[in-house]
């Protein structure tokens, strides 16, 4: 998938140049130079790849391609493109004279990455006849109606306790509540239907009794999404990407002005922390949620109402959760809202020995380097002190 790499020092450079199987002297050549905009095209031809090497050299830019590009030994290379914004975006203007190997699509895809890298995309969701503006980083807030869930399980199990905390946490400034009746912790035990049900419907039906904040119930069950709608529910958030039940998307169907948040994740809630491996770790997790957001627009279901997760502590090592945080500005590459839910999960207490309910420090560390790339939404367990630590983030970018 094409894509805008982030890349924070030349170790990190000559990995990628590895990848993509440049020659050593490449790798020590160009290394440097990748500490501007780095642009990774995937399948390039090889006429394609030659004519990108030499426009981006002739802008004082450069070009990486896989060794046998040059003398045309290899059929076809992935590219990365080295330069700045302007460079980029005159190397478009370049190729819109290209008519051929493929360069008018590689061309949209340069304009259409630049634009979300740097913020350009201003995204609204239209759920319900409503409008949730995302031009900011807003928050979710996480409503647990369980006895089992690693941080607050069993706190608000109780209705009207759920109830209360939902309204508390809108009043605090989140734009979205996210309730569940089945915990996703690692090694959790699934419900039945009507247990979850009996857990999520009341508390549903109270918060949109008292308030028109933005409800998401979190489940993998279609019947559960099915009611959960039917009496308030505004979006639904699947942590297996539609997988776990193949009738979900029929609920999507059925309720078009509704969103979906598709996560990645490695496994189930049951396996997914039994050896979890990647061979490329961005890589794989964006070509996965490509494919869920494809499978969802061949159903029908608009990219518009889509959110994409990268699952942070679903099937992921410490190294996984560290990698997706460094490079979140990659997941712009997906054209959809981006959320983060990394609220007090245990990779925190592997930086710093905190229980869960220590790990506030750390959660506000990851709002701070979502809202600085640009991150829609993160999802959060406590409201208050994250509200506004993004609004001073906000005042210090504003300023004028």
């Known amino acids: 998938m094409n894509r805008i790499l982030v890349i924070n020092d030349e170790k990190a450079a000559a990995r990628e140049l590895l990848k993509i199987n440049v020659s ?32 981006m050299l002739s802008l004082g830019g450069d070009a990486a391609v896989a060794r046998g590009v040059v003398n045309g030994e290899v059929p076809v290379s992935d590219v990365i493109l080295m330069g700045n914004a302007m460079k980029l975006q005159r190397l478009a203007g370049k190729l819109g004279y290209q008519q051929y190997f493929g360069l008018p699509q590689i061309r949209q895809d340069i304009l259409r990455l630049l634009a979300n890298f740097q913020g350009e995309k201003i995204c609204e969701m239209n759920l319900n006849g409503r409008k949730l503006a995302l031009k ?87 019947a559960v999404a099915q009611q959960a709608i039917s009496v308030g529910a505004d979006l639904v958030n699947d942590i297996s990407a539609l997988r776990s039940d193949e009738k979900m998307l029929e609920v999507l169907q059925e309720f078009p002005a509704t969103g979906i948040i598709l996560m990645h994740m490695q496994g189930t809630p049951q396996t997914m922390q039994q050896n979890p491996f990647y061979n490329d770790t961005i890589r794989e997790i964006t070509d996965f949620l490509a494919e869920r957001i494809a499978c969802c627009e061949a159903k029908g279901i608009e990219r518009s109402r889509i959110i994409i997760d990268p699952g942070i502590g679903f099937g992921k090592r410490q190294e996984d959760n560290l990698l997706i ?18 609220s007090r999960k245990s990779f925190l207490s592997r930086i710093y020995d905190a229980k869960a309910d220590e790990r506030e420090a750390g959660t506000l560390a990851v709002t701070a380097q979502a809202a600085m790339n640009g991150i829609h939404l993160v999802r959060v367990h406590e409201i208050k002190n994250n509200y506004q630590l993004l609004a001073t983030l906000a005042a210090v970018k504003e300023q004028k």
Do not use: W
């Open 325 to 342: 945080l460094q490079r979140l500005r990659e997941f712009h590459s997906l054209d959809c809202a981006v959320m983060l839910a990394a």
């Open 136 to 222: 900011s980083t807003r928050l979710m807030g996480i409503l647990n109606v369980t006895p089992d869930s690693f941080s607050d399980g069993n706190k608000y199990f109780e209705p009207q306790t759920a109830i209360r905390r939902g309204l508390e946490m809108s009043a605090e400034g989140a734009a979205i509540i996210d309730i569940g009746g089945e915990s996703t912790r690692p090694g959790a035990e699934s419900v039945s239907i009507e247990e979850e049900l009996a857990r999520v419907l009341p508390v549903i039906k109270g918060i949109r009794a008292e308030s028109d904040v933005f409800i998401s119930i979190d489940t993998q069950k279609a």
């Open 24 to 55: 050593s002297g490449g790798i020590e050549s160009m290394a440097p130079k990748m500490n501007g905009i780095c642009l990774k095209l995937e399948n390039v031809r090889l006429p394609a790849a030659n004519i990108l090497k030499q426009e």
